[in-house]
């Protein structure tokens, strides 16, 4: 079943061609690799999905949406939330606080039932509570909830960006380079998490430069470069595209 | 700037060793010390103090300050916006009520909410349009929004609002028969007002809207995208803040019986700036003491009247070298955990505890 769809998506930034006319499909329960050399604009797309940059053109669909022009707390309501490359967790805020960002957006409770502590808002911050505790626990973390999510390890800032993404309930996550600054013990643990993301039917979309791991947990793998799709299949298939390989090593000089 | 204090503030801020006792005081004592203020007047009045009623407008100023420092303290504490025309809205609350009271003979009390509503609203009209500006440039646009209301109140706009002289003969506000007029009435009144203020930015504080106005102050973009639709609570801590000034010019109308534009000045919308900078940005404690230290303790210098603003200036820059998040900047949020997580992290209550014990395992 379709997912997602990015028909000819295009963004220039001043002269430079980020994403130029991508085209690409994401099937539901899938977990999708975008992959390709520094620069080849995959976090643009990224962006561009998710909102946080407008395109120039071409469309996106998500589950029967057209995603076009939308902000995107909408976005993240209809289902698509994200991490980032950079690692953007409220530093100064507990580990439970971060993922409550998350759970945000299913929550109800407005001005008036806060100002005057109604009954149900009391009752949805206690579910939320719990709610935020489980993917806490999901991601190994519960025991950490109290801590400063500034204070936490790289690899727990991660796992911790995961849970704030899962908190909004998304039918899609988009990780951007989740095993970045991993070490090898962490993103074997990432590879199982992200098993357990299928398994909840949540579909995922990651970003990643580690081809073992992407290799391991992709079931499609998309490249890019200079702002198009160049291949696309499952990880044996892109392992030994020409074009691919060719991206990645360039090509050898012939006399 | 926001970014700068928030580096200061991580770096100076002790941490505190064990968890479970952050309260100042206990609360027994807490309790106490509401009642002994309280009984302020009844004590003033027993030991016949003879400048009690002077002192007892000075906290009935402080109070009035207080109510309006909490106001502003949603959006510049709470959700970070740099509102300096805070006055603003007070002066539309004010007015709103010394216009139905005096042209329509409403009562005082029943202007009250009439007086939030129409702050709020303006508040909703002018932000509208600015509440996307950051920092430096939201204060500027601020500062001419009380400019504005300032100008156009002391030209008499629509002919209502009595020009330069402003508007006198205000009634007092009656409660149930009841006839609020002297200080000692009035002092209930105001603190009972900030009580109740207390208790519901307390509440909405720790709520989903406050904590989404937290996640907006400390990153935005991190907030948009996890789903806060940023624009709409930001707007909404603006209208909130508005209306509560709006319903605290409905306490100072009553109170002076007379106002005139140049009670709404700029001047008034940076004593409560500072106030909640120098209190402590987000902190109610911190706002109190804000409005005791600078509303209050000017009174009991009265004598060095000259060189009064030099001292005041003076503290404030030594203030923000040395102590940029206030005297009393706010504690991390405590959560009580329902079952059966209530099991975990009982060795320490306080995040700040753990970080540091997590801190000696590295």
Same mark, same amino acid.
């Given at each position: 079943?379709l997912l997602?769809?990015? @028909?000819? /998506?295009?963004?220039?930034?001043?002269? &430079?061609?980020?994403?130029?006319? !991508?085209?690409?499909?994401v099937?539901?329960?899938?977990?999708v690799?975008?992959?390709g050399?520094n620069?080849?604009g995959k976090t643009?797309? !990224?962006?561009l +999905?998710?909102?946080s +940059?407008?395109l120039d053109a071409?469309?996106v669909? !998500?589950s029967?949406?057209?995603?076009?022009?939308?902000? %995107?707390?909408?976005?993240?309501?209809?289902?698509?939330?994200?991490t !980032?490359?950079?690692i953007?967790?409220?530093?100064h805020m507990?580990?439970l606080e971060?993922?409550l960002?998350?759970?945000h957006?299913?929550?109800?409770?407005g001005?008036?039932?806060? +100002?005057?502590?109604?009954?149900?808002?009391?009752?949805?911050?206690?579910m939320v509570l719990?709610?935020?505790? @489980?993917?806490?626990?999901?991601?190994?973390?519960?025991?950490?909830?109290?801590?400063?999510a500034g204070? &936490?390890?790289?690899?727990?800032q991660?796992r911790l960006e995961?849970?704030?993404?899962?908190?909004t309930?998304?039918k899609?996550?988009?990780?951007?380079e %989740?095993?970045?600054g991993?070490?090898?013990?962490?993103?074997e643990?990432?590879?199982g998490?992200i098993?357990n993301?299928?398994?909840?039917?949540v579909?995922?979309m990651?970003?990643e430069h580690?081809?073992?791991?992407?290799m391991?947990?992709?079931d499609?793998?998309?490249?890019?470069? @200079?702002?198009?799709? +160049?291949?696309e299949?499952t990880p044996e298939e892109?392992?030994?595209d %020409?074009k691919? /390989?060719?991206?990645?090593?360039?090509?050898?000089?012939e006399? | 700037?926001?970014f700068?204090?928030?580096?200061?503030l991580s770096?100076?801020?002790?941490?505190e060793?064990?968890?479970?006792?952050?309260r100042?005081?206990p609360?027994p004592?807490t309790?106490?010390?509401?009642?002994?203020f309280?009984?302020i007047?009844?004590?003033?009045?027993?030991?016949g103090?003879?400048?009690?009623m002077y002192?007892?407008?000075v906290?009935?100023t402080?109070g009035?300050y207080?109510?309006?420092?909490?106001?502003?303290n949603?959006?510049?504490g709470h959700? $970070?916006m740099?509102?300096?025309?805070?006055a603003?809205f007070?002066?539309?609350?004010?007015?709103?009520?010394?216009?139905l009271n005096?042209?329509y003979?409403?009562s005082?009390?029943?202007?009250?909410?009439?007086?939030?509503?129409?702050?709020?609203?303006?508040?909703a009209i002018?932000?509208g349009?600015?509440?996307?500006?950051r920092g430096d440039?939201?204060?500027?646009v601020t500062?001419?929004?009380?400019?504005?209301?300032?100008?156009?109140?002391?030209?008499?706009?629509f002919g209502v609002?009595?020009?330069?002289?402003?508007?006198?003969?205000?009634?007092?506000?009656?409660?149930?028969?009841?006839?609020i007029a002297r200080?000692?009435?009035f002092?209930?009144?105001?603190?009972?007002?900030?009580a109740?203020?207390v208790?519901l930015?307390y509440?909405?504080?720790n709520?989903?809207?406050?904590?989404a106005l937290?996640f907006i102050?400390?990153?935005?973009?991190?907030?948009e995208?996890i789903?806060?639709n940023?624009?709409?609570?930001?707007?909404?801590?603006?209208?909130?803040?508005?209306i509560?000034?709006?319903f605290?010019?409905?306490?100072y109308?009553?109170?002076?019986?007379?106002?005139?534009?140049?009670?709404?000045n700029f001047e008034e919308?940076?004593l409560l700036?500072?106030?909640?900078?120098?209190g402590?940005?987000g902190?109610?404690?911190g706002?109190l003491?804000?409005?005791?230290?600078i509303?209050?303790?000017p009174?009991?210098?009265r004598?060095f009247?000259n060189?009064r603003?030099?001292?005041? $200036?003076?503290a404030l820059?030594i203030?923000?070298?040395f102590?940029?998040?206030?005297?009393l900047?706010?504690?991390?949020?405590?959560?009580?955990?329902?079952?059966?997580?209530?099991?975990?992290?009982q060795n320490?209550?306080s995040?700040?505890?753990?970080?540091?014990?997590?801190?000696k395992?590295?």
């Amino acid at each position: 079943m379709l997912l997602l769809s990015l @028909n000819n /998506i295009t963004k220039t930034f001043g002269g &430079l061609v980020a994403v130029a006319g !991508f085209s690409a499909r994401v099937n539901r329960g899938e977990v999708v690799g975008l992959i390709g050399p520094n620069g080849a604009g995959k976090t643009t797309v !990224f962006n561009l +999905i998710t909102g946080s +940059i407008k395109l120039d053109a071409g469309f996106v669909f !998500f589950s029967g949406h057209s995603l076009s022009g939308l902000r %995107p707390h909408r976005i993240v309501k209809l289902g698509i939330s994200r991490t !980032f490359q950079s690692i953007r967790l409220f530093p100064h805020m507990s580990v439970l606080e971060n993922v409550l960002s998350g759970c945000h957006c299913r929550m109800q409770s407005g001005l008036f039932a806060a +100002i005057f502590h109604l009954p149900r808002q009391r009752r949805e911050e206690k579910m939320v509570l719990n709610n935020a505790m @489980n993917e806490l626990d999901f991601v190994g973390l519960a025991s950490k909830w109290n801590l400063k999510a500034g204070s &936490l390890a790289y690899g727990d800032q991660r796992r911790l960006e995961i849970a704030r993404a899962l908190a909004t309930e998304p039918k899609l996550v988009i990780l951007d380079e %989740p095993a970045g600054g991993m070490n090898d013990k962490e993103t074997e643990a990432l590879t199982g998490l992200i098993e357990n993301i299928r398994k909840r039917d949540v579909t995922v979309m990651l970003i990643e430069h580690d081809m073992r791991f992407v290799m391991h947990v992709c079931d499609r793998v998309l490249v890019m470069e @200079n702002g198009a799709l +160049i291949a696309e299949g499952t990880p044996e298939e892109i392992q030994k595209d %020409p074009k691919v /390989i060719e991206a990645y090593l360039g090509v050898g000089e012939e006399d | 700037m926001s970014f700068s204090f928030k580096g200061l503030l991580s770096d100076r801020v002790p941490l505190e060793e064990g968890g479970g006792k952050e309260r100042i005081l206990p609360l027994p004592l807490t309790i106490a010390g509401i009642a002994i203020f309280f009984s302020i007047p009844v004590i003033f009045k027993v030991t016949g103090l003879s400048s009690a009623m002077y002192w007892l407008e000075v906290l009935n100023t402080v109070g009035l300050y207080a109510i309006l420092a909490l106001s502003l303290n949603v959006i510049l504490g709470h959700a $970070g916006m740099f509102n300096m025309g805070h006055a603003a809205f007070f002066a539309v609350g004010a007015y709103v009520t010394a216009i139905l009271n005096l042209t329509y003979g409403w009562s005082i009390l029943s202007t009250l909410p009439v007086a939030g509503l129409a702050a709020g609203l303006f508040a909703a009209i002018v932000a509208g349009p600015i509440i996307h500006l950051r920092g430096d440039y939201l204060l500027i646009v601020t500062i001419g929004i009380v400019e504005i209301i300032r100008i156009s109140l002391t030209n008499n706009i629509f002919g209502v609002t009595g020009g330069p002289n402003g508007l006198m003969g205000i009634a007092r506000p009656t409660i149930f028969g009841f006839k609020i007029a002297r200080p000692q009435h009035f002092f209930y009144l105001i603190w009972i007002v900030v009580a109740i203020t207390v208790t519901l930015f307390y509440w909405l504080e720790n709520s989903r809207f406050g904590r989404a106005l937290k996640f907006i102050k400390e990153d935005p973009v991190a907030a948009e995208g996890i789903g806060i639709n940023t624009t709409r609570y930001k707007l909404m801590a603006f209208v909130v803040g508005a209306i509560w000034a709006g319903f605290a010019g409905t306490l100072y109308a009553s109170r002076m019986r007379t106002i005139s534009p140049g009670s709404f000045n700029f001047e008034e919308s940076v004593l409560l700036f500072t106030i909640v900078i120098l209190g402590g940005s987000g902190s109610q404690k911190g706002v109190l003491l804000g409005s005791f230290l600078i509303i209050g303790l000017p009174e009991l210098f009265r004598g060095f009247q000259n060189s009064r603003l030099l001292v005041f $200036g003076a503290a404030l820059v030594i203030m923000m070298i040395f102590r940029p998040q206030g005297l009393l900047p706010p504690k991390p949020q405590r959560y009580k955990l329902p079952p059966p997580w209530d099991k975990m992290g009982q060795n320490g209550n306080s995040s700040q505890a753990k970080v540091s014990l997590s801190k000696k395992d590295d």
